[in-house]
């Protein structure tokens, strides 16, 4: 009798679901798994895997230059899309190439491109139902956090290669797969990537030891360092000081001899730059920048320049950083004995030196700034 019970329960289940009175994602009874392959360089295309077993090679140095992923929906109403950042190409949904999806090639055969990032989502009805965790082995760095639902794994700007991938689905909400985790954040960029030109025209002037014939060839310098009596080391650095979460380039050469109240730290700008639409340019005049013109990054987004006009006078110019504007907010003028502010309440307003002084101590130096050598 409880035999003939089950079989009937089975048969009930079983009619439900063909004329669907019971979605089939509520019939599903084991998680989904995904299955993924890649093409790595002098192998072709591995045998797939799945489930977080690496695809790819350790210790080869072998390139990935393709992915092709899929599901088992075990019912689900799920899909997979994916898109890789490829050597030459950047991100193919940036291009006509676009998503790829549900085992589609992304990447490249026969052009010897790397893979240097990946992102993977989850499509469906079902999608939200679940986390799709990846990992990939990067070139230099080894293996990276795991990143999940869309976000970028790998690298940006170093031209390091993708050697490896682990990826595998999980419920909604489930802490990432354990396995070896060399760098914890999924995803590295060099932020100074855009500005290689530069620094590499930087790098032969001060190879050159900055002389006049070389740094006048060079159009992204600053002219001033071929006349510059101190000749020292350059360093850079790519930091957001505009607040725009887009970085600048600060170009500057370090003396002890340079400390004083204008710059304490010992370190003279030379150059400033910043991204519009990813292109660099100029954001000072640099004519006089580092001889008459000594400019000094200053807390919350402020740049201070200090012009000298000899020894009975100069000015003070604060300028604030925001996004692609450097809009100047104030400035103090000393024409001796006197000292005039101009700032969106003042014009021409004569101050005493106290008061000036007490302004210009009132933008405190930023001093977290890390300088790179070149």
């Not at 089950?6 to 089939?24: E, F, N, R, T, W």
């Not at 045998?47 to 992923?69: C, P, V, Y």
């Not at 370090?254 to 030379?270: A, T």
């Not at 005039?340 to 405190?364: F, P, V, W």
Request: hydrophobic residues 35%.
């Amino acid at each position: 009798m409880r035999k003939r019970v089950q079989k009937l329960s089975v048969l009930l289940l079983a009619l439900l679901l063909i004329v669907g009175l019971i979605p089939a994602s509520v019939s599903a009874a084991t998680n989904p798994s995904v299955n993924y392959r890649t093409h790595v360089q002098n192998e072709g295309w591995q045998d797939w895997k799945k489930d977080g077993t690496m695809s790819g090679t350790s210790g080869k140095g072998f390139r990935l230059e393709g992915i092709e992923a899929k599901l088992d929906t075990q019912g689900y109403d799920l899909g997979i899309n994916y898109q890789t950042h490829i050597q030459n190409i950047g991100w193919e949904a940036d291009t006509e190439r676009g998503w790829k999806s549900n085992g589609t090639m992304s990447g490249t055969e026969g052009l010897s491109y790397r893979l240097e990032a990946i992102q993977i989502i989850l499509t469906g009805s079902d999608a939200a139902k679940f986390d799709i965790y990846y990992q990939v082995h990067a070139q230099n760095m080894g293996w990276l956090g795991w990143a999940k639902n869309g976000e970028s794994a790998g690298t940006a700007g170093f031209g390091y290669r993708l050697e490896g991938i682990r990826i595998a689905i999980v419920a909604a909400g489930s802490a990432a797969p354990v396995g070896t985790i060399d760098r914890e954040d999924p995803f590295y960029e060099n932020s100074a990537a855009p500005f290689a030109a530069i620094l590499q025209e930087y790098k032969i002037a001060e190879d050159s030891g900055y002389a006049a014939d070389t740094v006048w060839n060079l159009p992204n310098v600053n002219k001033e360092l071929a006349s510059s009596s101190y000749k020292k080391k350059l360093y850079y650095m790519v930091e957001d000081i505009s607040g725009d979460a887009i970085p600048e380039l600060v170009i500057s050469m370090y003396d002890p001899r340079y400390q004083s109240i204008v710059h304490p730290n010992g370190f003279q700008i030379y150059d400033m730059y910043r991204l519009n639409n990813g292109i660099p340019e100029r954001i000072f005049d640099i004519r006089t920048m580092g001889y008459r013109a000594i400019y000094t990054i200053c807390e919350n987004n402020i740049i201070r320049c200090y012009g000298s006009g000899g020894v009975n006078s100069h000015n003070e110019k604060f300028y604030l950083l925001n996004g692609s504007n450097a809009s100047t907010i104030l400035t103090i003028t000393f024409d001796k004995p006197y000292y005039t502010l101009n700032d969106a309440k003042n014009l021409n307003r004569m101050i005493t030196k106290d008061e000036a002084d007490k302004i210009i101590n009132s933008y405190k130096q930023k001093t977290d700034i890390n300088w790179i050598a070149f």
